[in-house]
């Protein structure tokens, strides 16, 4: 997936509550399992590494797109 598109994708899921807004208590890596990333809703395969955000809402993104997660929910620092 492009990065603007990636991009605009997470944007949206942040503003409508399917991301998580605020950083979460606890973030792990591990090979992927699978499981659909959160951010792309595509499948982590187990050649990527995941991150898992656990909280009230577990989250599972490829690395990349956990990248991307934190740079749009995160704002600019003047």
Known sequence: MEEDILRA????KLAD??????RMPRVWS?????????ACDLS??????M?????????QLHVRCFYYWEVERTP???
């Open 30 to 38: 591990a090979v992927g399992d699978n499981e659909t990333c959160s």
């Open 44 to 49: 982590i395969k187990s050649r990527f590494v």
């Open 76 to 78: 600019p620092r003047r």
């Open 9 to 12: 994708l997470i944007r949206e």
């Open 51 to 59: 991150a898992r955000i656990e909280g009230s809402n577990p989250t």
């Open 17 to 22: 509550g399917r991301l998580p807004q605020n």
